[in-house]
């Protein structure tokens, strides 16, 4: 009668059943923790593992979207399949629960409304909408798709994912789909608006999705700094300070950052 070996009797982890898989697993903890793209050679060296391996899962990995090659610099990154996985962690309930009675209070507050959205491929998914009475009805609702790079809310997530992965994203002018007649329409535009969004600290949207409407968003991080969701307020008009409302929405984007990370 065999015996399935404990963690102790295998040097603190479970002998392997299937290696290719714990070996790919280990190679995408270890790009998700690092702050850049990194050589081949280093993912071997620091994961005691054959170059030849290493090679070998990368390449699968990438032909399935979950790592990036960026050839020129002799690197690689993460993909947008795992940005996607990424996404549909954050859509399930521990961050629509614990964003809701944010955001609920946040439109309270300003009286606008308010919503809290996840990245999914090249859209933002809305998973938590808190409509303010009296107020201009809106396109976005739980379960709604745009465009990232016309919603403030994907602006504020586009910003802090690494420049390789916006170009992954953006290849072309043809990944910019259009609602309006606004917005970028080739990557070196949404490059220089994202330039903004970094320097000014938060996103902002006017009638890029609707007309009449405007929006400010930030983004809410996890514990390694990837971008898994975005707060923002929607308003129509120029009524309303644009300044005020973007702090009370980084205020509550770092709240909700917080709890995450607890």
């Known amino acids: 009668m065999s015996v399935i070996p404990d963690k102790h009797e295998t040097g603190g982890r479970a002998d392997p059943q299937v290696p290719a898989a714990e070996n790919t697993l280990r190679i995408l903890s270890y790009l998700a923790g690092r702050p850049a793209p990194v050589a081949a050679s280093a993912i071997a060296r620091e994961l005691e593992l054959p170059r030849s391996t290493v090679y070998h899962l990368l390449t699968t ?22 940005f996607e996985l990424a996404g549909g962690y954050a859509r399930q309930q521990p961050l629509a629960r614990l964003g809701r009675p944010l955001v609920a209070a946040l439109s309270d507050r300003l009286g606008e409304s308010a919503h809290l ?23 976005t609702d739980v379960g709604v798709r745009l465009p990232a790079h016309l919603t403030a809310s994907g602006r504020a997530m586009l910003a802090a994912l690494p420049r ?35 320097s000014r600290g938060y996103a902002t949207e006017d009638s890029e999705v609707a007309d009449g409407l405007r929006s400010v968003g930030s983004v809410v991080k996890d514990h390694a700094g990837w971008p898994i969701a975005a707060v923002a307020v929607t ?21 909700l950052e917080s709890r995450l990370k607890r």
Do not use: C, K, N
């Open 117 to 139: 959205a996840v990245m999914s491929g090249g859209d933002v998914l809305y998973i938590v909408e808190e409509r303010a009475p009296r107020r201009q009805a809106l396109i």
């Open 235 to 255: 308003w129509a008009g120029d009524d309303v300070q644009e300044r005020e409302l973007a702090d009370a929405v980084i205020d509550t984007a770092a709240v």
């Open 61 to 82: 990995l990438s032909a399935h979207g979950f790592v990036l090659h960026l050839r020129e610099e002799q690197r690689w990154g993460l993909g947008t399949s795992a």
């Open 164 to 198: 390789e992965q916006v170009r992954a994203l953006y290849p072309d002018a043809s990944a910019f789909p259009d609602r309006t007649g606004r917005g970028p329409r080739r990557p070196s535009e949404l490059r220089e608006l994202l330039r903004e969004v970094r």
